[in-house]
């Protein structure tokens, strides 16, 4: 099966002074007893709603977020979610034409939302699609156009580019009714969304010829930098970042990886210096699991984190790097668009 199935990061939220309200639309072809269609709602990286063509309802993923919404909000999200899903459905099939595809394991995702500074009041937004793994289209908020990193994509690109209307429409959502849904969230979900839970820090290797990683797991908000630090300097040769990837209960974990021959790790001091919420925690001591050294349950549970994120929020791609209907905000609803499609 091709590698296709890699998992969301979520949103564009990094700096605890920027939060950030968004979906993320992922629907497959090809995969048994999962469901076609998934639609995740989230907030700073939390997530807030949910919704499955297994279940075919949009359920609540935190409680405060009742709260936040009126008694129909529930149905009237799932509705658009079902219609998002006839969409998305078509989508893979005009993209697997485009790329002269047969049947097979497919995936088509959606991720969009907007982002707000609390300090300065600037807002922003993001709107980007993806085919089977890869950047397929996204909207460049600055020049107000759309773009694609491929020729399949093209044809997207000059229909969409030359409806203004819709645009316009994007931007006014983006700008205004995602960012107040964003803001009343935040009301609600103010004692959840501001919390502060420390990570905890392990090195962790294979054998003992192996590269080290440092783990960082159980932390929030997602903000954290991973430094490797040797003889007391930060040490930044043949280092490999992970991704951030949400755990089971709503925290983060991240990984940096060190490659350095035994014979340099033993005559050097090298840590891992992890910096969270102006709480600092630094791991020397590597923990293996060659000699029964590393307990099965961390590796365990680092597998499990991702296996749970697949079950409860649906599979996806690295999405952000540095979805055959016109987008129409929907009243009453903080989804603001029921489709959008290569066509």
């Given at each position: 099966?091709?590698?296709?199935?890699?998992?969301?990061?979520?949103?564009?939220?990094?700096?605890?002074?920027?939060?950030?309200?968004?979906?993320?639309?992922?629907?497959?072809?090809?995969?048994?007893?999962?469901?076609?269609?998934?639609?995740?709602?989230m907030v700073d990286?939390?997530?807030?709603?949910?919704?499955?063509?297994?279940?075919?309802?949009?359920?609540?993923?935190?409680?405060?977020?009742?709260?936040?919404?009126?008694?129909?909000?529930?149905?009237?999200?799932?509705?658009?979610?079902?219609?998002?899903?006839?969409?998305?459905?078509?989508?893979?099939?005009?993209?697997?034409?485009?790329?002269?595809?047969?049947?097979?394991?497919?995936?088509?995702?959606?991720?969009?939302?907007?982002?707000?500074?609390?300090?300065?009041?600037?807002?922003?937004?993001?709107?980007?699609?993806?085919?089977?793994?890869?950047?397929?289209?996204?909207?460049?908020?600055?020049?107000?156009?759309?773009?694609?990193p491929v020729q399949?994509?093209?044809?997207?690109?000059?229909?969409?580019?030359?409806?203004?209307?819709?645009?316009?429409?994007?931007?006014?959502?983006?700008?205004?009714?995602?960012?107040?849904?964003?803001?009343?969230?935040?009301?609600?979900?103010?004692?959840?969304?501001?919390?502060?839970?420390?990570?905890?820090?392990?090195?962790?290797?294979?054998?003992?010829?192996?590269?080290?990683?440092?783990?960082?797991?159980?932390?929030?908000?997602?903000?954290?930098?991973?430094?490797?630090?040797?003889?007391?300097?930060?040490?930044?040769?043949?280092?490999?970042?992970?991704?951030?990837?949400?755990?089971?209960?709503?925290?983060?974990?991240?990984?940096?990886?060190?490659?350095?021959?035994?014979?340099?790790?033993?005559?050097?001091?090298?840590?891992?210096?992890?910096?969270?919420?102006?709480?600092?925690?630094?791991?020397?001591?590597?923990?293996?699991?060659?000699?029964?050294?590393?307990?099965?349950?961390?590796?365990?549970?680092?597998?499990?984190?991702?296996?749970?994120?697949?079950?409860?929020?649906?599979?996806?791609?690295?999405?952000?790097?540095?979805?055959?209907?016109?987008?129409?905000?929907?009243?009453?609803?903080?989804?603001?668009?029921?489709?959008?499609?290569?066509?």
């Open positions: 099966m091709r590698a296709v199935l890699l998992f969301i990061l979520g949103l564009k939220l990094t700096v605890a002074e920027i939060h950030s309200h968004g979906y993320i639309y992922t629907e497959t072809k090809g995969i048994p007893g999962f469901p076609e269609f998934v639609s995740v709602g990286g939390q997530q807030v709603n949910y919704f499955d063509t297994q279940i075919m309802k949009m359920i609540p993923r935190t409680d405060w977020v009742s709260g936040a919404v009126d008694a129909d909000f529930w149905n009237r999200n799932a509705q658009i979610a079902i219609g998002a899903h006839q969409v998305y459905k078509n989508n893979i099939e005009v993209a697997k034409q485009r790329f002269n595809q047969t049947d097979g394991v497919h995936t088509f995702q959606k991720m969009y939302g907007c982002e707000w500074d609390d300090e300065t009041g600037t807002t922003n937004g993001f709107s980007q699609f993806g085919y089977d793994g890869e950047d397929f289209l996204n909207l460049d908020f600055k020049d107000l156009r759309y773009i694609s399949q994509g093209v044809i997207t690109t000059v229909k969409w580019n030359n409806d203004k209307a819709k645009i316009e429409n994007q931007k006014h959502y983006f700008n205004t009714e995602c960012i107040e849904w964003l803001k009343k969230y935040l009301q609600f979900g103010k004692s959840s969304l501001e919390k502060t839970v420390s990570p905890r820090v392990s090195l962790l290797q294979k054998d003992s010829s192996s590269s080290v990683t440092c783990h960082a797991t159980g932390f929030y908000p997602s903000g954290v930098t991973i430094t490797w630090m040797k003889n007391g300097e930060e040490h930044h040769e043949d280092v490999e970042l992970g991704e951030l990837l949400p755990n089971e209960d709503g925290t983060f974990q991240k990984t940096s990886t060190l490659t350095v021959s035994p014979d340099e790790w033993k005559n050097n001091k090298f840590s891992c210096l992890v910096e969270h919420k102006g709480i600092n925690k630094e791991e020397s001591e590597i923990r293996t699991n060659y000699g029964n050294s590393l307990p099965i349950g961390i590796i365990v549970g680092v597998v499990a984190a991702v296996v749970l994120l697949v079950g409860m929020a649906g599979i996806g791609y690295k999405i952000y790097q540095k979805k055959k209907k016109d987008f129409k905000p929907v009243s009453g609803s903080d989804d603001g668009s029921n489709s959008s499609a290569p066509a």
